[in-house]
């Protein structure tokens, strides 16, 4: 019984984690249609932001998370302005061409840097211990996590619904063609989108360096649990991506757990499933 | 090249004109006899680079002709590979044979997945081939009793080639081997993109829409071509089990669908030839930058890829054709060879 | 008098709130001319999309010939002869004229489902295909990339297209969309040479064709049709006027 509370404690953590690398990529699809792979490489730079502030500049952890944001944030705008505008009308394959060959180069120059070993994070005290509430361990890192994320949460639902610039974003996402002839410049919000959601990601790639390590793989292993998100939770809708980060991150926690030997066969076969019985994911409306 | 001195003939003569085989194209065939005689030091690479063209030729019938993106061909790839392997490993090492079984057995798993495949389109398509690869890769992983897992499959022993040429160090029957069933196999390919269905294909990747106003039974042909596809990428990886005598999970997994893509991508996609020529100038290079670590070999392809994307959309081969259909170019050669000028 | 060619019953179709097709009652007789206008907006495409099954209705019937389609899709429509071109070009720009006009009558004869035989064993449907071009005088381009040919080229590939397919009923959506005046007459001669056995239901806004063309005119305006009849009758409705005033700026 415990157990279970446990691996529905550390699931949801994960699943936490998952949605913070993968919210901003929703949006942006849903915006642009452009399909961008590389999403999870601007994820690794806010880890290896961190890792090195941390390790070589003796930063506090919690000081390098701003700096993980904004460096991640930072490089994807150079991105989008000279590359990526260039391909939003192009066709599917040329978008996944073109940043699964980012996401080489970002693996190959990772492991260049930085070696293709684990990175060690240092988390500070108070973040390493765990708590004891009702026989079940809840881990203090988690537990940050967890309310951390759900802070961001809110934020992002909060400025989406409430602000100038969130009615913009889903309307933009709602009718890109309406949106633009109401006179919304939809590629300057499409700019600023892309950043803030690639910082989310640098953001998840930080945090993720204590639950899941950091090495030059992560840009491509991530990718593909950042894709299921996307798509199960469907384009464009923070809500689903919500619910189907939580959703893969109890399950896949859960299969590794209880059914170690088919765990990762169990996530692809219902991720399969489940498009087949709603091409557009669980909360989309279009495909 | 077309448009002006086709135009005055007639369409049968035209079209007969451009399903020839031209001069390029037999001396390049031959050409792939070369290294029996230049390089046979490196026959075991060139088989590598038979089974990877052929593994591209596969891709390029669904991505390059009928525009399906894959990111997970490896699946029938590998399909086939341990579809061999396990064939040989319980006793049936003869190559032809399991070759044809091989094919068989991707063809048939192609069959089943096109029922999926054809109903979707965008980052639905690009996630059910990405899941459906990384699902056969578990599945191989977890079926340890059947695929020896991590360890790969051991114990593979393929007979020798009709009884007589047995597969030598040297990679010499490998290398005719899979010379001959990529040629085979391309000779069918060439005939398939030359029929009406080549042309619906084609159709249905310039415009699916346009397809259904014709009336066209788009979903049908899909499924056709996912199937050929499949059962050639299966085909492919029985090559390799059967030159190799060895079959791990590495069949199976994505960096073999991302490679394959990166090769077509290169050569060209949707010219039959994209595929052969990418692969032999893939393979080609990692051979020579084998002393580098792997794991940054991917550095020079990833820069090589956003470069391909953004400033040769249609592969080495497309720019080629790019340069010989130009004007400059027709002029500046027919100066050359004066004798070739038009009345 | 013999079943309609085309026939639709209580046609609806909303987007949200947006009503763009309501209660369309057509019936189209063998061979005629109709013309579809209306002000910009009135659901005119819409209508179109409709009866090829490329929209589903959210309510009402489609007859061709007296067969019920409406649950059928638009390549099964097709098929059974119900044709339409696009307002906005709608071809496939790699092929030339030649290929795309061959596939389609490949498609037809169902010869496309052949794999092993090259399409120059197919002279019969090549052949066609050329005379179909010659006719609508694009023999000359016809190994040239659509994306090349001029735009009032392209705009002939659609029909020629359409044509293809052998229609029973043929919808043409604006065929002289974005064609300058002074080169839309080869447009309209195409369409004024179609043979008397297709229905032809079309949709224009150059109001002297319209009129010269058209043995009837529907009129429709928010989704409704405001009236039917014959051009004499619909160019002395005062209905029409009025709306046609109304929003004259829109052309």
């Known amino acids: 019984m415990t157990s279970v509370l446990g691996v529905l404690f550390d699931g949801f953590a994960y699943g936490m984690l998952l949605f913070l690398l993968s919210v901003g990529l929703s949006v942006t699809l849903g915006m642009m249609n452009f399909v961008n792979l590389a999403h999870c490489s601007f994820g690794m730079i806010g880890g290896y932001v961190t890792v090195t502030l941390m390790n070589s500049m003796g930063w506090p952890f919690l000081a390098t998370l701003p700096m993980a944001f904004i460096a991640a944030a930072a490089t994807s705008v150079v991105f989008e302005r000279t590359m990526f505008r260039r391909l939003y009308r192009a066709s599917d394959l040329d978008q996944c061409l073109l940043t699964i060959g980012l996401v080489f180069a970002s693996v190959a120059a990772a492991a260049y840097i930085y070696g293709t070993i684990q990175q060690p994070v240092n988390l500070p005290s108070y973040l390493r211990g765990s708590y004891q509430v009702m026989g079940v361990t809840l881990g203090a890192y988690r537990l940050f996590l967890i309310a951390f994320s759900l802070v961001v949460t809110a934020v992002l639902v909060i400025s989406l619904e409430y602000t100038r610039f969130g009615a913009q974003v889903r309307a933009a996402v709602d009718n890109q063609r309406m949106a633009r002839g109401l006179g919304i410049n939809v590629d300057g919000a499409f700019a600023i989108t892309f950043a803030l959601g690639s910082g989310l990601a640098g953001l998840g790639g930080a945090l993720a360096i204590d639950i899941v390590g950091l090495d030059p793989s992560f840009a491509l292993a991530y990718l593909v649990y950042v894709l299921i998100v996307v798509s199960v939770g469907g384009l464009g809708s923070i809500g689903g991506s919500f619910v189907a980060a939580t959703l893969l991150g109890i399950s896949d926690m859960a299969g590794k757990y209880y059914f170690p030997e088919i765990g990762s066969f169990l996530i692809y076969l219902v991720m399969i499933s489940l498009l087949m019985w709603r091409p557009a994911g669980l909360f989309g409306r279009r495909a | 090249m077309t448009s002006t001195d086709g135009a005055l003939a007639g369409p049968q003569q035209y079209l007969r004109a451009q399903q020839r085989w031209r001069a390029i194209e037999i001396v390049f065939w031959l050409s792939l006899l070369l290294p029996f005689v230049v390089t046979p030091n490196y026959l075991v690479l060139a088989s590598q680079v038979a089974i990877t063209a052929l593994f591209a030729l596969s891709l390029d019938l669904i991505l390059g002709y009928a525009g399906i993106v894959s990111l997970g061909h490896a699946a029938f790839f590998g399909f086939g590979a341990y579809t061999a392997g396990i064939l040989s490993k319980h006793g049936w090492g003869e190559p032809l044979t399991g070759l044809l079984i091989s094919g068989f057995a991707a063809g048939l798993l192609g069959y089943l997945m096109s029922f999926i495949i054809a109903r979707f389109r965008h980052l639905a398509l690009i996630m059910i081939t990405l899941g459906f690869g990384f699902l056969l890769l578990e599945l191989a992983n977890s079926l340890g009793w059947l695929t020896g897992g991590a360890d790969g499959l051991q114990g593979v022993k393929t007979w020798p080639l009709l009884g007589m040429f047995k597969f030598d160090l040297w990679g010499v029957t490998s290398y005719w081997y899979s010379l001959i069933v990529l040629f085979i196999l391309f000779l069918v390919c060439r005939r398939l993109i030359n029929s009406p269905f080549g042309l619906s294909l084609r159709g249905i990747r310039e415009n699916a829409v346009r397809m259904r106003a014709v009336g066209a039974e788009s979903r049908a042909h899909l499924q056709k071509i996912y199937t050929i596809s499949a059962a050639i990428a299966g085909i492919a990886g029985a090559l390799l089990t059967q030159t190799t005598d060895t079959v791990s999970l590495g069949v199976l997994n994505f960096e073999r669908s991302a490679d394959v893509l990166v090769i077509l991508i290169l050569g060209g996609a949707g010219r039959l030839y994209g595929g052969i020529i990418g692969a032999i100038i893939f393979l080609v290079a990692r051979d020579q930058f084998s002393g580098i670590n792997p794991q940054y070999w991917y550095f020079p392809i990833g820069v090589l890829l956003v470069v391909v994307v953004l400033f040769l959309p249609n592969g080495i081969l497309g720019g080629l054709a790019q340069i010989v259909e130009s004007e400059r170019w027709q002029r500046w050669t027919a100066n050359l060879t004066p004798w070739r000028k038009k009345p | ?251």
């Not at chain 3, 638009?74 to 059974?80: D, F, G, K, S, W």
């Open chain 3, 1 to 251: 008098m013999s079943t309609p060619a085309l026939s639709t019953r209580g046609l609806n179709k909303n987007f949200g709130s947006l009503v763009v097709a309501s209660d369309i009652e057509i019936e189209l007789p063998q061979g005629v001319r109709y013309a579809l206008i209306g002000p910009n907006g009135a659901g005119k495409t819409t209508l179109i999309n409709l009866m090829t099954g490329m929209l589903k209705p959210d309510g009402g019937q489609i007859q061709l010939g007296g067969e019920e389609i409406t649950a059928l899709g638009p390549e099964a429509r097709v098929r059974r002869g119900l044709v339409r071109t696009f307002q906005i070009n709608s071809l496939f720009p790699h092929l030339n004229p030649l290929e795309a006009v061959t596939l389609a009558v490949c498609e037809r004869q169902e010869v496309s489902r052949t794999w092993w035989k090259p399409i120059t064993a197919y002279s019969a449907e090549v052949d066609e295909a050329y005379g179909i071009l010659k006719t609508l005088m694009l023999a000359q381009v016809c190994y040239r990339q659509t994306r090349e040919l001029a735009y009032g080229q392209q705009r002939l590939l659609e029909i020629a297209l359409a044509l293809a397919t052998r229609p029973k009923v043929l919808l043409l959506d604006e065929p002289a969309a974005g064609v300058p005046r002074d080169e839309s007459a080869e447009l309209f001669a195409a369409v004024t040479n179609l043979s008397q056995d297709i229905t032809v239901l079309f949709i224009e806004h150059d109001m002297d064709f319209v009129f010269r063309f058209a043995s009837r005119i529907i009129v429709m305006v928010g989704g409704r049709i405001l009236v039917e009849g014959t051009p004499d009758e619909i160019s002395a409705d005062p209905r029409v006027r009025e709306v046609y005033l109304g929003s004259a700026h829109h052309g």
